[in-house]
């Protein structure tokens, strides 16, 4: 079980799960991580207004430069930069 800023631990079922909380920030490209991966979830339960969600963020997935910055910084063991490509592959930007 991994420790993160306040004290507070991550539960073993958070273990490589996106739960929105944006410890991973700062994107040095300004991606909005958890709110790309929220809509990304819902999307893969068949929100129908998802995409139209992710759309309105100023930038997307497919700005990502691989930096690793959101992954040394997740306290979750969360793969976002991975996560990213996935994103973009799945809303086409
Ligand atoms: S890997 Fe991508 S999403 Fe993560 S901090 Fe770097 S640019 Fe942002």
């Known amino acids: ?3 993160f800023a306040g004290g507070q631990f991550a539960p073993p079922e958070a273990e490589g799960v ?14 909005a991580i958890g709110l790309a ?11 129908a207004m998802a995409a139209d969600h992710y759309r309105t963020l100023e930038r997307h997935a497919s700005d990502c430069i691989h930096c690793g910055h959101c992954n040394r ?9 991975a996560h990213m490509s996935e994103i973009a592959t799945c809303f086409g930007e």
Not at 26 to 31: A, F, K, N, V, Y
Not at 37 to 47: F, I, M
Not at 73 to 81: A, D, E, I, L, Y
């Open 1 to 3: 079980m991994k420790t």
């Open 18 to 31: 996106c739960v929105y909380r944006n410890h991973c920030q700062p994107c040095p490209e300004g991606i």
């Open 37 to 47: 991966n929220k809509y990304y979830d819902l999307a893969r339960l068949g929100g």
């Open 73 to 81: 910084r997740c306290p979750f063991g969360v793969n976002q930069s």
